[in-house]
């Protein structure tokens, strides 16, 4: 039988793969990813087999320097890939067989590639992780920087689109900081799931030798080890939860990115992005294009496409492991990818945005943004505040039919008869410039609970 | 203007809304559910209104009586709904000012829907993950209850839905056990970001008034309040991510559903669900189904679509509230209604699933199951674990040619033809039924390992 | 044994339905709109039962009057739904059964609620899509009357949402006609396929008896019977396929939702929606909030989760009929009404939305729209296109220092002083008003083009 | 400005692209792909340019002659890409400039990129579309192979996966068929809205230029010119009606995958798949695993993410052109890979499947299949059909409490026992194996209407 050997399970086997079978299976377009991943789990594996006594001292100070020797193959860029070999786990067992001989064809035992794949991937999540939430801190040290310099900037607050109520643009920059930290709790959280020692687990119902799986989880780092074998080659929630993350993260950029979008346009014009972040158009000489935040905009859709496409591999998978299991890498990769660019790219549209205070400040001005504020002053005068709102309502529209788009130009006279209960320090209420000083409450927008929460986040960064 | 103010903030509307417009916007259909969390939350917000002097006692307390008599108006199913009330707080507010007059105008001082309607949908789905989790304890507990049955029940495991290696019953049902746990730590990690106070956020910039948020946060028995009063009302991090929670958990329900269905039919025959847990068919008279499991399989697509439906809603949503969000509340209920179905009737599928270990024990016999207990055996006798493999591959190889289903009939003298390696000690290791004992580690088959296992997560779950 | 005999099926059956069961599996709460269709599909069975002999005619036209009479009582809202008959096809044939006596026990003859189920939903979608169609055309008419009042209407078009070149607002409009003609056009596509008779496929494998199926298909107004009977009860492409047309026409709903928010916006300016199409805020007495169109952008989410949901739901399903096929009714429903719900809400804004030209018109005039037109100018002076786009960028880059946002303060001899090709027949180019008049091509956006595509389309839509 | 001029539209820029932006913006990892249709589309504008007289005759024919020059050095893999130049259509134009000189920048005239790239893009997806229902083709014409092998093969039919009446197993090939049939009338229907010719779109407007543009679409072979500038460049209706028609069809795929799957294990044992198309285990011997069909089953999640994720991009884009709209290429690139070698690998399945008629007749012969052609039995003796079903079903109960799997066993005594219709002529109808044969109805299941079904294929299949 031509090639029969080159597979690691050919024994019961009379024919080899047909090659159209071979390219469809094959993973290690994206598995490569996971070399640096398996070497480090192999290692420990290898150590631990030694430590039991499964192999010699001597076979596993072999495969580890072998191991060793690969990785730095690797890492030059002069690893050779057999696609016959199907995946990577096979081509570095391949590759140690040949450096070190028979002894190589003891580092799989008591292991499958069943329990393999799960700690590569979860040592591979644990990394990526760990780089996402550092990447979430640099864009959040860029937030509390700009909401520094901008605790003073009005700018019109917004719900439905329409102007609302006056907030400052540093507490605008202050809600993404709470959205990013939301995600890097999240990820910490499913951190805890991820940090589950598989390996010992076999192809399902753990192995006859007596490893020692502690070891191995205590030398790889993680905080404990799965608890049924079933269970734990069947696993992959750790990535979907990972991916529901991210999505959610996505979700929060892609907010951010339509807020730039918006404030960039000619006609809100809150904000100007330097050339280097945008780019221009094949046609018209004139264009400079958010495209960057576009992408991430857009990119949104592939990193909920990710989450989907996995939720549907696993659903109605019977125990224990299937190959579908084997298109969780796609997904996970891209959007790791995919994250990880969108967030270098937010961090440095964050850190150079210019401002244009004065468009901000105009937008303030026009919009009867003072509105709530003088209906609760009439709260204050004892009016109900439904009736309060009624008031200002009413109000608003005879503004509205003398052109006018704000509050100020109304005499004392004016408004008593809207409402007895106006009086003389009502004037200014009347400033939607000063409505957002006024929000002087925990989370409110007011520049001193601005600066405290400033200060606060200033703190808990630097712990890190 | 005709209805002009049966609106509250008909103020500066000069038309009646449209009733296309009406119909379309109407939240009422699904937000009606929100009914106690609405009552419960706006007890909270007028007894500190009272204590921070921005009412009177005499107001709070009045309000207070009128919001408990409204409660109980629903309970009793004498609640009138008005349709034209866009919505169930307006209903409540505007039945509230009918009891007590127009004191009742005065609830809704320092507050908005935007941040009113955020607290009614955390204090709902606090309430919610309670359930589920209750839910999923009593689901661990019967598989426990079963488990304990059947530490010594083999059956085939699996790998690729073709036997692989023996584990036993008990096995299998633990690694469910163990899902669930990991559902139920999903769930909790979601708790910590749902347990946040945001009443105070105003619509979206936090309110001029001197309210008392920590006291209101208490009184509901939240852990925090919120930090951004803009962040406060857009965010719907908490039910994307417990949207994820639950869809993961589905993904697990169907996974089992599968299983059960795959075991009672004809070809496998492992298991029978009793008549009461079956339907039959319009047409043929013979039918006996597992209706109830298909759906849960079914309904774990409609959960994914709720997941990914709240996603797509949220993409790209400028800051602060926009009304697209009001679309959180469909499918939010939707899966929690599906999710809380679907584990009753799979807590009703395992409680009274009628094992049939002869067929169980069949399966373990006929497969070659213990092929890798052997390749082990050989192992410990110094054969490299890829040699191993290829000779057990070959052996299998040469008894399926003589139509055998297992290798219990070589002769010593066979076995020696394949490997020089095998001695008298390899007999128990040719029978397949003794394989699952063998797995003595932890996380393996093995019924002392299970024992340990059920007996740690009986002393788990008594703690609740 | 207990309410044995209600169910149709209990003949094999010892236990009855376990409560839990019943109300987990029974499709009451949305079949129910399948009754028209039910009552429709069963006349054309039985009338066909009769003419084929397997029923007498007395027996036919018996359970044909029973049948009508029951379709009056549910029109009158008299049909008493029984909870416990787990279906709508159930409840109707009881009723019958009840009505006529034992005669009406042969309407189920050569027909099962495999079949059955599957020719109501057909009927069903036929139904609603030529009501969507209707509805699509309507919107189409109502674009088409405001495009013919705006042909000369210009306004900025966009890309990036960055203003590019000029349009008219009538082009712009054409633009959702095209994107709801191919919307008519996929759903038309889509109903060839629903169109397909499926009664006579029983169970799975057919009838023994000697069904006319043809009969029955024209009676009912099918195109084809279906051709193979494991695929007829099996299928539910034609479901799929229109939950995909329905997508992506809530994505065509989603976009002019979102243009009509941005234009309605206090930045843009460029359109405003009557009172009666906007609400406002609980809290803010200035708000007049877009919130139907939000809610149209929003439920876009919601019906994106309707297709995957029944992707998922179909999913590796083995043939013929699972249970978990039920699970198509509440998505389609759910997709359908919301469809339906937002294109009337879409018609009724596009009929109110008042345009105002001036700020169109003065979003022109500022922004270099006219830059492209200039390069093509020098292009039909021999300049390569590549360095005509560079002259121009160039220049526009030096107005903007000069604090321009257009290129018509240039005197011709700056100009040259740019590119030698520069002539006096250059002023037009600078005035950015008459771009779009230029367009003078198939597609383009110049009045008489415009024209011209508004003619066709009215001839189109008076087809209907 | 280092690299100032490396873009086509840097004119206007003072600053280079920053690196991060440039390689997230970069689309050359998949546009790539687009080469050839970029080349081909590229020819037919620039003879159009020269036969308009927009450029000269010799100008056109450098144009083209370079441009098959630069195909033939791709061809041969010579072609160099330069990273910096954004995407394909730049690194193409900038080769060609370098070939023929400034001559080649007359190529962009009357073009933008925007109605360049869904240009190019429709060419692909067009030639895409061929290649797949090619191999629809072919996959049919492998079911009808082996449907004519097994016209009399009889095997269990399922509902619920429960036994329910005989089917011949080339009637069970024939559904997949079927199936196959509707998936290629999709994407026939698709291409009606593929076959619309966008150039002459420019970015949005259209252009100045007298181009022709019908002529560009004889040219190309389209059908017709799109209708309105906005509307061309801001489409992509025709990739997502292709991805969801790709979803359908990958969930067809998934369903026979999952059968054959179930097929092959040892439980059911209906078929066989040869070594060549299994693979197996690192750790398990005796392991032969259907990888190629869990594969396509597991990668159904995959394409269902890229229909989903390219609907989430294209949700709420205002028009025209937006960024966001360069993720389609990813997911429609991804989702036609996946599609075409999951057709080739599920081709190469049922070609190559072994059938096991002896085990198919076994699950015939037990499971009561003959229990409803039983029940039509008594309604043709005039018994109603819900009494004839209920007395079946007790018969079904009774043989069950004795231990049958059938009916076969009970005399006429017996069944006189149950209803006194029951006579002599009541013999065959006990033999399951009968039971496929009656079903002589269009779609049924009996060898005749089968061998209809078979030649109808064969010949429809033959015209192409």
Request: glycine letters at 8%; charged letters at 25%.
């Amino acid at each position: 039988m031509k090639g029969k050997n080159s597979k690691p399970w050919s024994g019961r086997f009379e024919q080899s793969t047909d090659p159209v079978v071979e390219s469809f299976t094959s993973s290690l377009g994206f598995d490569e990813r996971l070399f640096p991943y398996d070497i480090q789990g192999s290692i420990a594996h290898a150590r631990m087999l030694g430590s039991s006594g499964l192999i010699t001292n001597e076979e596993a100070e072999a495969i580890i320097n072998g191991l060793e020797e690969i990785r730095e193959e690797w890492e030059m860029g002069r690893f050779p890939l057999d696609e016959s070999l199907e995946d990577i786990h096979m081509n570095i067992e391949a590759r140690l067989i040949k450096k070190i001989g028979p002894a190589g064809g003891k580092l799989h035992t008591a292991r499958s590639r069943n329990d393999q794949v799960t700690l590569d991937l979860r040592l591979c999540i644990r990394y990526e992780i760990y780089e996402i939430i550092r990447k979430l801190r640099s864009a959040q040290g860029k937030l509390l920087a700009s909401a520094r310099n901008h605790i003073h900037t009005l700018m019109p607050g917004y719900t439905h689109l329409q102007r609302a109520q006056p907030v400052t643009f540093a507490h605008h920059l202050m809600a993404y900081f709470e959205m990013f930290s939301r995600d890097i709790q999240r990820l910490e959280d499913c951190l805890r799931r991820v940090q589950v020692m598989p390996l010992g687990s076999g192809a399902l119902s753990g192995t006859c030798l007596p490893v020692d799986r502690e070891a191995v989880a205590e030398e790889l780092g993680f905080d404990s080890i799965s608890s049924n074998s079933l269970d734990a080659v069947s696993d992959r929630d750790y990535a979907l939860e990972f991916l529901a993350g991210l999505s959610i993260l996505m979700m929060h950029l892609s907010r951010l990115a339509e807020e730039i979008i918006l404030w960039t346009t000619a006609e809100f014009g809150f904000c100007e992005l330097p050339d280097s972040l945008c780019t221009g158009s094949s046609l018209m000489p004139q264009k400079k294009n958010p495209d960057p935040l576009e992408l991430v905009r857009g990119k949104t859709g592939r990193v909920y496409g990710c989450l989907i496409g996995l939720l549907v591999t696993m659903k109605a998978l019977p125990l224990s492991y299937n190959r579908d299991m084997q298109e969780d890498k796609g997904p996970l990769f891209d959007a790791i990818d995919t994250v990880k660019g969108s967030l270098s790219v937010i961090t440095l549209c964050i850190e150079n945005l210019k401002v244009k205070e004065d468009r901000m400040l105009q937008g303030v001005m026009h919009g009867f943004l003072e509105a709530t504020d003088l209906a609760e002053y009439l709260v204050q005068k004892g009016v109900p505040f439904r009736d309060a709102h009624n008031i200002i309502g009413r109000l608003v529209l005879d503004a509205t039919k003398r052109g006018w788009t704000n509050l100020s130009s109304f005499s004392l006279d004016e408004l008593k008869g809207f409402c007895s209960h106006f009086g003389n320090d009502v004037m200014p209420y009347l400033r939607p410039e000063k409505a957002a000083y006024r929000k002087n409450i925990q989370g409110g927008t007011s520049p001193s609970r601005i600066e405290e929460a400033i200060k606060k986040a200033e703190k808990d960064l630097r712990k890190y």
